[in-house]
Structure formats: structure tokens, C-alpha cells
């Protein structure tokens, strides 16, 4: 059984690397949301002086 002070050793790296993994991945889909909304509200915008 690892001490305490072992234990946060190892679960130290992991936690931060798994959160900055996470807040990657929600700035990533955030990001495309946004491009995604800007397609939709371009493509109406075109749509809307074509028609």
C-alpha cells in the first residue's frame, strides 16, 4: 500500500492531465458550435438575398 504522500504523487499528473484533456475537448466543441451557428447564420444571410 503506497503512503499518502506516494499516492498523490502518482494521482497528481493524472488528474491535471485528465482535466486539461476534458477542457480541450469542450473548447474544441465549443469552437466547432460556434463556426457550426456562423455556417447556419451566413448561409441564411445568402439565402435570404438570393431569394
Known amino acids: 500500500m503506497p503512503s499518502p504522500r506516494e499516492f498523490l504523487l502518482i494521482v497528481t499528473p493524472v488528474g491535471i492531465a485528465l482535466r486539461n484533456y476534458l477542457l480541450a475537448m469542450y ?3 465549443a ?3 460556434a463556426i457550426g451557428q456562423n455556417a447556419v ?3 441564411k ?3 435570404g438575398q438570393a431569394l
Open 27 to 29: 473548447t474544441q466543441l
Open 31 to 33: 469552437i466547432v458550435f
Open 41 to 43: 447564420t451566413t448561409s
Open 45 to 47: 444571410m445568402y439565402l
